[in-house]
């Protein structure tokens, strides 16, 4: 999975968040939890990561709307490239997740 710092550039690229307190915001952690976080070289727990994908399932639900709202075909092929983008993260997190699960003991093996 991407670090932290890649996660919240992506998000800030695709325009999901503005500064690093409204990208804590997406993990439901205080305004200054990313900024501590990095600074400390930590990573997300899995629950924080399990509320940043839910979050993210939001924002690519309101995407998908926008699509077929919007009749600009510039428009929708950008709204299409950021979803495929937020999809990917959430792939990626999910996967971090399972991993950190197994790691903690919380995991089964099959």
Avoid at 54 to 62: R, T
Wanted: hydrophobic share 35%; aromatic share 6%; glycine share 6%.
């Amino acid at each position: 999975m991407r670090d932290l710092r890649s996660l919240y550039n992506e998000c800030r690229d695709l325009g999901v968040v503005s500064d690093q307190r409204s990208f804590s915001r997406l993990f439901s952690r205080q305004a200054s939890w990313c900024s501590s976080t990095l600074s400390r070289g930590r990573q997300p727990t899995p629950a924080a990561l399990v509320t940043f994908m839910l979050q993210l399932e939001k924002i690519a639900k309101a995407t998908e709307e926008e699509i077929v709202a919007t009749m600009d075909q510039e428009e929708i092929d950008a709204l299409r490239g950021g979803l495929d983008e937020i999809t990917r993260m959430r792939s990626e997190i999910w996967i971090e997740i399972q991993e950190q699960s197994k790691s903690d003991g919380l995991g089964h093996s099959d």
